[in-house]
């Protein structure tokens, strides 16, 4: 299966996280990528996946994880799913992981001053 388009990086995100990226770059999801979600994260998996276009076209908020440069899109559902998405070095982003943070992770890095918020209702 070739990689589709599940989103895009938009200017709001770039703008917030200050990434070199142009507004539009398109978030892809391969065979591995769905692969290393259902593996990793299996219940986050099977309990998110369905939302993972949704929350990357409107995430509550974004953080740029400045180890690897991956980008976390968040969204609180019933519980704060992050998709991760990786840029490749030929300037290629994917989704590469789904995960939920526990209340405390996620206060932990909205105190911290670590989540950018990508809505209006969004207020780390």
Same mark, same amino acid.
């Given at each position: 299966?070739?990689?589709?388009? &599940?989103?895009?990086?938009?200017?709001? $995100?770039? +703008?917030?996280?200050?990434?070199?990226?142009?507004?539009?770059?398109?978030?892809?999801?391969?065979?591995?990528? =769905?692969?290393?979600?259902? +593996?990793?994260?299996? +219940?986050?998996?099977? #309990?998110?996946?369905?939302?993972?276009?949704?929350?990357?076209? $409107?995430?509550?908020? &974004? #953080?740029?994880?400045?180890?690897?440069?991956?980008?976390?899109?968040?969204?609180? =559902?019933?519980?704060?799913? &992050? =998709?991760? &998405?990786?840029?490749?070095?030929?300037?290629?982003?994917?989704?590469?992981? =789904?995960?939920?943070? +526990?209340?405390?992770?996620?206060?932990?890095? $909205?105190?911290?001053?670590?989540?950018?918020?990508?809505?209006?209702? $969004?207020?780390?």
């Amino acid at each position: 299966m070739k990689a589709r388009q &599940v989103g895009i990086i938009d200017e709001k $995100a770039i +703008e917030l996280l200050g990434l070199s990226l142009p507004a539009g770059t398109p978030i892809l999801l391969g065979e591995s990528n =769905i692969k290393h979600m259902q +593996e990793s994260h299996p +219940e986050d998996y099977q #309990n998110y996946f369905d939302h993972l276009e949704d929350i990357l076209a $409107a995430p509550d908020y &974004v #953080n740029l994880n400045p180890r690897d440069n991956s980008i976390k899109y968040i969204k609180t =559902i019933d519980k704060h799913v &992050v =998709i991760g &998405v990786r840029v490749s070095t030929k300037g290629n982003a994917f989704a590469r992981t =789904i995960f939920t943070f +526990e209340e405390w992770k996620f206060k932990q890095y $909205a105190d911290g001053g670590y989540l950018k918020a990508h809505t209006k209702k $969004a207020q780390p």
